[in-house]
Structures are given as C-alpha cells and as structure tokens.
C-alpha cells in the first residue's frame, strides 16, 4: 500500500459558541480521512455477523441517532437489553459511555457492539480478516492512518475511526441555541417552558430539569435514580450498580442529553415511555420513592398548561439541520 500518499490533512471541527473546547486524545487526532473512514464503518453492515446490521441500524440519523424501538434488535431479530442512546456532542462526553458508564472513551465503546451476541455478533479476528481483504477499505485505512502493511488494519484503527466519526457528530443548531445568539424569538409558550425548565421564574413552579439535564449539553454526565423504579428491592436492570456492584448506585443510569429529544422517543433506558407527555407526567408526580432517588425529583405541581409549556420548550431543542448534514449521512 505504500505507493498510495499519507499526507493527513486536519478535520476542521466547528465548535459551536458556548461549548467548552474539545479536548481530542492526543493519539486519535481528527483527520478529514480518518473521519470519512468512521462514517463508511458506521453505516457498513460488514461488522456484523451475517452483513445485516451497521451501527446505523440501530442509530438512526433522522431520530437524532437513535432508534425508534424501546430495545433494539440485533442481527437475527436478536432482541437487546437496553433502548439506543442518541448519539450527539458526544465528543464532550470523553468519559463514562453507556447507560451504566461501563466504557471509558468512544474508542473503547466502538469496540464492543461488535462482539456483543445482541447486537452485531461477529468476532474481531473475522471483521479484520473482512476489511484487510476488501476492496477498498484497506485504501481509506492508509489514507487515514498511513498504514504500509493490509496486516495493520485492526481493531484499534476500527475503533479510532468509528471515535473519530463520532466526534464530528456535533449538534447545536437548535431554536434554543439560535435564541441564545439572539437569532431566534422563543414564542409565549416555549419561553414559560424555559422558565419551568431553568427555575428562573418566581411565579411558575419550578421544573427541576436543570440539576441534571444542564445546558449546553443538556446532560451534567453524572448518574442519577430519577426515580423510574423504586429500588429497595433488585431491578430487573440495575443501572451503574451493575458497574459498581454499590447497593448506592441501583437504578443510577448515564443522564441522557435532551437535544433532539422531540425525535427519540421512545424514552428511558428502556424505553418504557412512548411520549414526552408520559415523561413529564413521570417527573410531575415526583417518581417513585427510594433511599437514592435524587432530591431534585418530586412532586412540581405542574399544572396542564404547565406541561404543555414545558414539552413546547424541549422542542425547541430540535437541530433540523444535524438531521439533514450531508457529512454524517450514509456514505453508500
Ligand atoms: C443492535 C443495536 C445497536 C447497534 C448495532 C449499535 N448500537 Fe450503539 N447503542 C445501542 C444501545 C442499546 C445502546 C445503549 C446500551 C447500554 O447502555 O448498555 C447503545 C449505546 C451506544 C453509545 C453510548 C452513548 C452514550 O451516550 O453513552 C455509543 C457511542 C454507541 N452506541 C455507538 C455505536 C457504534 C459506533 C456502533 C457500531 C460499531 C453501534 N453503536 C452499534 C444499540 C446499538
Ligand atoms: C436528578 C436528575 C434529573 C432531573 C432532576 C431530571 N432528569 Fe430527566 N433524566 C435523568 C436521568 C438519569 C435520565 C435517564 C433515566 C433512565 O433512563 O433510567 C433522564 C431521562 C430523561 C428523559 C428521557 C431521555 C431519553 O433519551 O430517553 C427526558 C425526556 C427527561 N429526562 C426530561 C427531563 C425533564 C423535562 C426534567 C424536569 C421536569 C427532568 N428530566 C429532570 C435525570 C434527571
């Protein structure tokens, strides 16, 4: 492969106003290449098993890169255990990946649904053996890592890529970010929902939201019991504590970002909620009582008009335009 030229040029990220500054591990710098080979590995089949089954059937661009079922399925009609994360601004995530945390950084976290029986099912011997005799993925390998031998191509080049990719999945093009620049007016009924939202008003009820849910990210990346479950007795999921075997972190899972949110329902780890109504009917009620559910969970006192306020509000957190990027759509 040598006589095809490794001249890396850098991916040029636009990180959006407001953020702090990504910070990208200093061995798996964004390349232009490099990007463009995680995007054709996300949206191939040839990772899974039997060819059926990419990253992106189970991440779905127009749902903001996750999935319309409350589990997933994987190859054969597999079904999984957990409801798809959409994927977004994970770049400033750099840590704790998965509903329960279990991966420590996006490249460790692409190495799994691979290998997972669930999901994708295949070995990593037999997706390297695939990609080093394909037709042209060993040339995106060398044009993005400056391979010499087709031998090279493994895991880790696989991982770095899909990591690569993902960091270029930046959303933050919403209503609400346009209403912060000043670009955009919230209407009478989303901006009583910021102030639900942000417990900024002196006369609504306060939301709570923005203990966990905190802007820009609209994730603080913590843990928390939100109070889905009441916990004193095991969970059919048990959240972080399957991590931390901690009796203090059943029922604890990742706080998920709320961007897109009006397009990733179904909601929860599980999915168990079909609407948005149904989620804030949840948090209304102030959830179900355990020794570690959050404070910041309980009964608001909303009232009708209050949740409609609030749910106008989370849609205004929709960025139509990282639905439609040309550069994050499937390459094939
Ligand atoms: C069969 C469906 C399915 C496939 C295929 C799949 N995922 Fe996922 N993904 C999920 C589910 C379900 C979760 C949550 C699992 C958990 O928390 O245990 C998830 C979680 C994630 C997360 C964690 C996000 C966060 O905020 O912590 C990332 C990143 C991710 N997937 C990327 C990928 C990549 C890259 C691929 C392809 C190599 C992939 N996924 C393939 C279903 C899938
Ligand atoms: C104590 C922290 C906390 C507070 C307060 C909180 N949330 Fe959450 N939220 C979470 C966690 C943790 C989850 C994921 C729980 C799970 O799936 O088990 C979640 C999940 C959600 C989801 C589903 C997201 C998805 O992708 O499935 C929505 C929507 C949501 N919260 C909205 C809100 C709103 C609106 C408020 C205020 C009324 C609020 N949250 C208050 C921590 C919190």
Redesign the pocket.
């Known amino acids: 492969m040598g006589h095809i030229p490794y001249a890396p040029k850098a991916f040029e990220l636009k990180e959006p106003n407001g953020f702090v500054k990504m910070a990208v591990p200093a061995d798996n710098p964004l390349t232009v290449a490099g990007v463009n080979l995680g995007r054709h590995l996300f949206y191939d089949p040839i990772l899974s098993r039997d060819s059926t089954r990419s990253c992106s059937s189970c991440h779905l661009q127009d749902h903001g890169f996750?999935d319309t079922l409350s589990i997933s399925t994987g190859i054969e009609g597999r079904l999984g255990k957990r409801?798809a994360?959409?994927l977004t601004n994970l770049a400033y995530h750099y840590t704790n990946f998965f509903?329960d945390g279990r991966a420590e950084s996006l490249e460790m976290q692409a190495l799994v649904p691979i290998e997972d029986s669930l999901e994708m099912g295949n070995t990593w011997e037999e997706v390297e053996a695939r990609l080093q005799q394909h037709a042209t993925y060993p040339v995106l390998f060398r044009q993005a890592f400056g391979l010499e031998h087709i031998d090279d191509i493994d895991r880790g080049l696989v991982a770095k890529a899909l990591a690569q990719f993902e960091r270029s999945m930046i959303s933050a093009d919403a209503k609400f970010d346009r209403y912060l620049a000043g670009e955009a007016k919230l209407s009478e009924a989303e901006e009583r929902g910021r102030l639900?939202?942000f417990d900024e008003s002196e006369v609504l009820p306060t939301?709570?939201?923005?203990?966990?849910?905190i802007a820009p990210l609209f994730?603080?990346l913590?843990?928390?019991?939100?109070?889905?479950d009441n916990t004193d007795r095991p969970l059919k999921d048990g959240?972080k504590w399957t991590v931390t075997a901690n009796p203090f972190d059943m029922?604890?899972?990742?706080?998920?970002?709320?961007r897109n949110?009006a397009l990733?329902?179904?909601?929860?780890?599980?999915?168990r909620?079909a609407t948005?109504e149904e989620?804030?009917e949840q948090?209304?009620q102030g959830g179900h009582y355990s020794k570690n559910?959050?404070?910041?969970?309980r009964p608001?006192g909303?009232q009708a008009h209050d949740k409609t306020d609030?749910i106008a509000f989370?849609h205004t957190l929709t960025d139509t335009s990282y639905l439609h990027r040309a550069d994050l759509s499937n390459p094939f």
């Open positions: 996750s409801n994360i959409a509903w639900i939202f939301g709570e939201c923005s203990h966990c849910h994730t603080s913590e843990f928390f019991n939100n109070g889905l959240g029922g604890k899972f990742k706080t998920p970002s709320l949110i990733t329902a179904p909601y929860m780890h599980d999915g909620f948005l989620v804030i948090y209304n559910e959050s404070p910041n969970v608001l909303l609030l989370l």
